[in-house]
């Protein structure tokens, strides 16, 4: 229950695709759901998160696509770019109570490389 | 600037030493996180505290101490215990949460250990 499963493990895309990386939750509490990004030998960044409230999230290149009912969200990268080469993992959690933070479920996380 | 800085970034150790990861931060957070790093297995939550002179296991806390005896502090020993110690090792912080607000956390930029 507590599980977010992150497919594909790895994704080659040439410069200018769509890369799409899935996650799927099983907790029906997880009410945030937090995209972050790392480079190699460096230590994740978020990069863009969605609350359940809303289907879609878009920031500049980078869209979340989130599906209540079936419990799925994605990380969409429009034109991708080279720089763009990183692991990605998804993340889900629920909303804190008054002083206390609740923990972050991560997914395995996703090896995009993006070929010019 | 403000952030949180881990040392060292390339540690070595022989087994059956216990050995010490750094962890600091200033950005006046009150929570702090260490999570482990492996190929194909994403993070994982290794130990967390909310307050000073207190924590709690995450779900890897076997073989591992940790101490929260200042706010901008949390260091993480590796003990003999760890069967499997070799990984990247990364610290995290994040507000307390507020009610209805979420976990965003800041990591560091983590330590690799490697154990000969």
């Known amino acids: 229950q507590q599980q977010v499963k992150q497919s594909p493990q790895s994704l080659i895309v040439q410069k200018g695709g769509i890369s799409i990386i899935n996650c799927a939750y099983e907790?029906?509490?997880?009410?945030?759901f937090p995209w972050y990004q790392q480079f190699p030998g460096k230590g994740p960044a978020l990069l863009i998160a969605?609350?359940?409230?809303?289907s879609e999230k878009k920031e500049g290149r980078f869209t979340i696509s989130f599906n209540k009912s079936a419990k799925q969200f994605s990380l969409h990268i429009m034109d991708s770019q080279p720089g763009d080469s990183a692991t990605y993992f998804c993340a889900a959690s629920r909303v804190g109570s008054f002083y206390n933070t609740d923990k972050l479920i991560f997914g395995t996380g996703t090896r995009l490389q993006v070929f010019p | 600037d403000g952030g949180i800085t881990q040392s060292p970034k390339y540690l070595f150790r022989k087994e059956g030493q216990n050995v010490t990861l750094s962890c600091e931060q200033n950005?006046?957070?009150?929570?702090m996180y260490w999570y482990r790093q492996d190929p194909g297995q994403g993070l994982r939550l290794i130990y967390y505290s909310q307050i000073v002179n207190d924590f709690q296991k995450g779900d890897i806390a076997e073989g591992y101490s940790v101490s929260r005896e200042k706010k901008e502090s949390f260091p993480l020993t590796v003990t003999s215990a760890q069967k499997n110690p070799t990984a990247f090792y990364l610290c995290?912080?994040?507000?307390?949460?507020?009610?209805?607000?979420?976990?965003?956390?800041?990591f560091g930029p983590g330590t690799r250990l490697t154990v000969l």
């Open positions: 969605i609350r359940p409230d809303v």
């Open positions: 995290a912080s994040s507000r307390l949460a507020e009610e209805y607000s979420y976990n965003e956390q800041f």
């Open positions: 950005l006046n957070h009150d929570a």
């Open positions: 907790n029906t509490a997880f009410d945030y």
